[in-house]
């Protein structure tokens, strides 16, 4: 519910500051007083368009801003939360309209689009009258009135899950055919590149290994003639190291007889010498095994110039041509088996689309009894609210899919919607004589509103909006019928909190809170000002709508009894 509505610099409007309340708040005042502009900024605070106009003269830039309790309203803490506002009980929404065209609009004092306030707006209030924001007028939520009140819930939320399921292997198979179309497109690039590898046959760290042989091949001879003059020196010449070492050894070991100080340096000497021999006998051994083979290095040379070749087109390093070599073999095989699970899929879609056709024909029974219902109970109340030769039918319509996006019901492939595969829309006639028409093509905006209080009395413990405006809803009635038009809001009322304009005392009568609107000439300017009345002055407010200005202690007693007061106030 709204709490309070700040209106500042918009039209006539100077400033006002509305606070409303639960029940039934009724607004009246005099023709252009400025009852309608109220109405027309609080269209403007939930997303309605707006231009430079209407902003009061001399003023930068109008303001309306709305506090509206929506502490039991989930739907709109679910959106608020949805799109990183924060959510409290009471929000916030602020609309500035500058003179010079420009739009700001504020969540909870965080800035937001118009597109977001007006879905926000969708979810706080019905407005019926004379303004676009009209719930009734949208075909697309045709349907959602019946989905409120009928029992087959259940099964539109299984429906849902199916149809999300469905539009999951959709993607899938798309994924997968896109897949096939471009590794068909690659496929033979792939045949050539698994071959060029393959026939390569690359090792891990082969190039390295290949490498090493290579440098050792190339530097063959300068390796064999350093390593033959390393043995010479140390054994095979006349003037070999280890003779030579031999000798001292011989000698030391004289010496350790005679002193035997002479002994440890005996023993570190002779493994000394140890240690030489092994080396004499390493570097004896490969140079033994050194082969100069021009053959053999000129394959190493091709090998690796084929080696670099693959590392150039496929990867930095063996092992990553290795990988890309086992990634496209695997893309070679999937593309061999894309039939088998495209197939596969799209049997599975096929089950899915048959799936939701027979849950939407189960919804579809449950939606047109309910409807059935709900056009004798519509009728009935049209009659009650002076509307006795008015016919309410609610059209159900398959339509045949012109796309793939379809479900199979009987055999035929139907088009759908989230809620099934009913498309739904209201058409009336209000008079003997015409034909049942569209309701969106209905022009009076009186028997618009008298249809709506008809169908949110119905709806009335099933809706979730909290508020409904009513902007001249007596439009066309009078008497006997503004008293009925006027029960059917105060029952209305209990479950939702209604604002109605009006100018008929019999339903302003009936008001748990009443606002009149005046006008008001200060310094040759005209402003409307709102103010609310107490008990005094709504009797008095009523005894004007039944007389004019003219005010006797008749039309008082008259506006006592429709207000059903008794006794002196």
Do not use: W
Request: one cysteine or more.
């Amino acid at each position: 519910m709204i709490s309070t509505l700040l209106i500042k610099d918009y039209a006539l409007i100077e400033k006002i500051e509305v606070e409303f309340e639960r029940g039934l708040n009724i607004i009246t005042g005099e023709t252009g007083a400025g009852k309608s502009i109220l109405i027309g900024a609080l269209g403007l605070l939930l997303g309605e368009r707006a231009n430079s106009s209407i902003v009061r003269k001399g003023a930068l830039k109008a303001i309306i801003e709305g506090t509206f309790d929506v502490s039991v309203n989930n739907k709109v803490e679910r959106l608020l939360t949805q799109n990183n506002f924060d959510y409290e009980n009471q929000l916030i929404i602020r609309r500035e309209i500058s003179s010079k065209g420009n739009n700001r609009c504020f969540v909870n004092d965080t800035p937001a689009s118009l597109q977001f306030v007006k879905y926000l707006g969708d979810l706080l209030i019905d407005l019926h009258g004379q303004h676009e924001h009209q719930s009734l007028l949208k075909t697309d939520q045709h349907i959602l009135f019946l989905n409120e009140i009928s029992d087959e819930k259940n099964k539109v939320v299984e429906f849902q899950d199916l149809l999300n399921n469905l539009n999951k292997k959709v993607q899938t198979l798309n994924e997968l055919k896109q897949q096939e179309k471009l590794l068909y497109e690659k496929k033979e690039l792939y045949d050539f590149q698994l071959k060029e590898i393959d026939e390569v046959s690359p090792k891990v760290n082969e190039d390295d290994e290949i490498e090493n042989q290579i440098c050792k091949l190339e530097n063959g001879e300068y390796i064999l003639t350093s390593t033959s003059m390393i043995y010479n020196a140390l054994y095979d010449s006349e003037e070999a190291v280890i003779a030579t070492l031999n000798t001292i050894l011989k000698k030391i070991s004289e010496l350790s007889s005679v002193d035997k100080v002479f002994l440890e340096t005996e023993k570190d000497f002779s493994n000394a010498l140890l240690i030489i021999e092994d080396i004499a006998e390493f570097v004896r051994t490969y140079k033994d095994r050194i082969e100069i083979d021009p053959e053999q290095l000129e394959e190493l040379r091709l090998r690796s110039t084929i080696l670099k070749r693959l590392k150039k087109k496929y990867g930095a390093t063996i092992k990553a041509v290795i990988e890309y070599r086992n990634e496209i073999e695997k893309k070679i095989e999937l593309s061999e088996n894309f039939s088998e699970r495209i197939n596969l899929i799209q049997d599975e879609i096929f089950q899915l689309r048959k799936k939701l056709g027979e849950v939407g024909g189960e919804i579809s029974i449950e939606r047109k009894k309910t409807a059935s219902e709900i056009e004798k109970r519509i009728e009935e109340s049209l009659r009650y609210l002076g509307m006795p030769d008015s016919e309410f039918k609610i059209k159900f319509l398959t339509k045949e899919a012109v796309d793939s996006n379809f479900l199979i019901f009987n055999e035929k492939e139907l088009a759908f919607n989230k809620y099934g595969f009913d498309f739904v829309e209201f058409h009336i006639k209000t008079n003997a004589g015409e034909d049942l028409l569209p309701l969106s093509k209905i022009a009076s905006g009186g028997e618009i509103s008298r249809i709506m209080l008809a169908l949110k009395t119905i709806l009335a413990k099933n809706d979730k909006l909290p508020l409904l405006v009513f902007d001249e809803i007596d439009t066309g009635v009078s008497g006997r019928i503004a008293q009925k038009v006027g029960l059917e809001l105060k029952k209305l009322a209990k479950f939702h909190q209604i604002i109605a304009i009006t100018h008929l005392p019999q339903i302003a009568a009936l008001a748990d809170v009443h606002f009149t609107v005046e006008k008001e000439n200060s310094n040759n300017r005209v402003t409307s000002k709102i103010k609310k009345l107490n008990i005094e002055n709504r009797i008095t407010e009523v005894a004007k709508l039944i007389s004019g200005q003219e005010i006797t202690d008749a039309t008082l007693d008259s506006a006592k009894q429709l207000m059903n007061i008794q006794g002196t106030i």
